[in-house]
């Protein structure tokens, strides 16, 4: 047979298990370590930027860069350094130990990732591997070597690979099939250190970093950030990694938090639930203000609100469900159709549809997480309660109509129970808080809605046979969404349709003691396939069961959750109960924010407003 005839082997796919990633960062953007010692992926210059290392998401022709053994490995163990995000981890062979050092260093002018190898005990064989391939491991870079500094540029990316230690040798680096490499041996007390910098093709090619230097600035950065927490309750640990990993998927020019640093990992393996998640949703902000205010993280709080008005200025029709980390409101969604996908899971989404959605619970989560928070020593104090004041008068036009819901569903709109009762909190906030908003807005009106609105609810969207507060309006579908209605104040913990919720949903969307967002086979949400359990949903239930006076169960339930955090103590978006593994991106916000939110109900240190009418009559 002719050569050219002969098919072209496939590539092996790339990727390691989700659950298998640690994430390292400088607070503008973020990587995924494997166990295996991997950078799998990581988009550069900031997290919404195209992807330099892909091959997360399908081969090695899509970027990586390894550091490891070239032995077999006997055994790998990892861990971050206390209070930091500086990842650690441990290789042992059959020839010796050697612990590999991964971090971002607090960004200067350039954002870098350093890798230290050093040798623990015996000679290791070592082999370092640099794959680099912009556009989202599309694009094959143009390679140069000047001396010992590797340059590799595309387009307006530039990153400059150099192998240099202030104390320790340097390792040759040569070319080998379009990848960059470097064979050495480590004994005992010997390192080779390892730094990737980023810069736009057009400017000088940067500094060198003091690669000790810079690890001992990035260990007092995350320590001093994250010895001021103000937590004090039990599952300190959790909470302060869950903390820390809220904070490294900050986008620190603007207070941007995003909802997890990956795109295109899969909510079924295989299926076409692919999403890209490096954008920031207004769900999340009512939470993750609260868990920041309640850990004593005020500036971080303030800087999130003032991306968050900044982001829904302008009139407010226009308000949407998610922006990019600028507040960019255009976030197309297309397909890389050039990559696999994870684990054969296509498409692979970038850029995401549900940012065109009407989601009116929106408005209810930006009232929370205004109504919470310091207003700050800032330009928009003074506009941001008109602001504030027409968001309210706008909803008394549009809480009437369907909409997309919480979970960006694409099988149509409905009236969702959990957008009406999110519409409701924004109404009722806004009546409490009225003196805030400096005599705008018509109050006596904010009001009439807000408990016409409370009446509607409860006839519409609860159903005595079933006992429980539903998906929609007349549905006979539950939805997890509802067992926020408690949480948020809407009624109280022990009211009996608060209690048949809870009870409904553990019965009929629990799957092996984790909680479903809904059944996919009863309610037809526009996708193919299913999903994993939903974690932030079986957090939600864990604080239901706590304030209803189930604490032995709440607690129980907590703690399996926490038993499916990585070995790092990292969360995905969902968890697939029969063959045990993290799905969906990663690792993901709102997990670690429901996490921490569950801490302060069982320590104590957080209760639901109070239900029911304001007394301002």
């Known amino acids: 047979m002719a050569e050219w005839f002969k098919k072209k082997p496939v590539p092996a796919l790339h990727g390691s298990r989700i659950e298998d990633y640690a994430v390292i960062g400088d607070c503008e953007t973020a990587a995924l370590v494997s166990l295996e010692g991997s950078i799998d992926w990581l988009c550069w210059p900031t997290f919404s930027s195209g992807a330099c290392f892909a091959a997360l998401l399908g081969t090695a022709e ?36 050697v612990c590999l050092t991964d971090f971002m260093p607090p960004r200067g002018k350039h954002s870098d990732v350093v890798r230290i190898v050093r040798g623990v005990r015996g000679k290791v064989k070592m082999r370092m591997d640099c794959a680099l391939r912009f556009d989202y ?51 005992e007390g010997q390192q080779v250190c390892f730094v990737l910098t980023y810069a736009a093709s057009i400017e ?56 997890a640093v990956t795109a295109g990992l899969p909510e079924e393996i295989g299926g076409e639930r692919n999403w890209d998640y490096r954008y920031c949703w207004l769900r999340d902000t009512s939470f993750t203000l609260l868990v920041l205010m309640r850990a004593g993280y005020t500036e971080e709080a303030i800087a999130w609100r003032l991306w968050l008005l900044r982001a829904i200025a302008g009139t407010p029709d226009q308000v949407q469900s998610l922006y990019g980390i600028s507040g960019e409101r255009k976030l197309f969604e297309w397909a890389a ?30 009232a929370v997480a205004l109504a919470h928070t310091p207003m700050g020593d800032d ?30 569903t694409r099988g149509g709109r409905k009236h969702f129970v959990h957008s009406k009762v999110m519409a409701w909190v924004a109404l009722d906030r806004a009546v409490k808080q009225h003196e805030r908003y400096d005599g705008a807005g018509d109050v006596k009106r904010w009001r009439k809605n807000r408990d016409m609105l409370h009446k509607e609810i409860c ?108 070995d790092v103590g990292l969360l995905s978006e969902e968890y697939d109960p029969v063959a045990k593994r993290m799905l969906g991106n990663f690792p993901q916000a709102l997990s670690h924010i429901a996490l921490v939110h569950a801490a302060f109900a069982m320590s104590g240190q957080w209760t639901p407003e109070k239900a029911g009418r304001d007394s301002d009559k």
């Open 459 to 566: 006839a519409k969207g609860f159903d005595k046979k079933l006992n429980s507060f539903t998906q929609s309006y007349g549905s006979k579908s539950l939805d997890a969404s509802c067992l926020r209605l408690g949480i948020v104040g809407f009624l109280p913990m022990d009211d009996p349709r608060i209690v048949g919720t809870v009870e409904a949903i553990q019965k009929h969307l629990m799957k092996d003691g984790l909680v479903q967002r809904y059944d996919p086979l009863k309610f037809k949400d526009g996708l193919k396939g299913g999903e994993g359990t939903f974690l932030a949903c079986s957090f939600w239930m864990v604080t239901c069961l706590w304030l209803m006076g189930r604490q032995d169960e709440a607690t129980q339930m907590y703690e399996r959750l926490l038993a499916l955090r990585n």
């Open 379 to 408: 330009d928009l104090r003074i506009p941001a309660t008109e602001l504030e004041a027409a968001l309210i008068d706008h909803l008394c036009h549009i809480w009437p109509e369907p909409d997309d819901g919480i979970w960006e």
């Open 337 to 366: 159709d050039w990559l696999p996908g994870y684990e054969n899971s296509k498409p692979v989404r970038i850029g995401n549809a549900a940012s065109e959605q009407f989601q009116l619970d929106v408005f209810g989560e930006v």
């Open 62 to 97: 899509n970027g990586f860069w390894r550091v490891r053994p070239k032995g077999e490995i006997k055994t790998t163990r990892r861990q971050y350094r206390p209070g930091t995000m500086i990842v650690e981890t441990t290789f042992v062979t059959e020839e010796g130990e």
């Open 204 to 259: 000088e090619v940067p500094e060198r970093v003091p690669v000790e230097d810079a690890l001992e600035d990035t260990r007092k950065y995350w320590c001093e950030w994250s010895d001021r927490s103000d937590y004090k309750g039990v599952y300190g640990e959790a909470v302060q990694r869950s903390l820390m990993t809220l904070k490294a998927m900050t986008y620190r020019p603007t207070g941007g938090i995003v909802a």
């Open 137 to 187: 491991g599309l694009t094959i870079p143009w390679v140069t070597r000047h001396e010992q500094e590797v340059r590799a540029v595309a387009g307006p990316n530039m990153a400059v690979l150099r192998s240099e230690c202030m104390r320790g040798a340097t390792a040759e680096m040569h070319g080998e099939g379009m990848t960059t490499v470097s064979d050495f041996v480590l004994k």
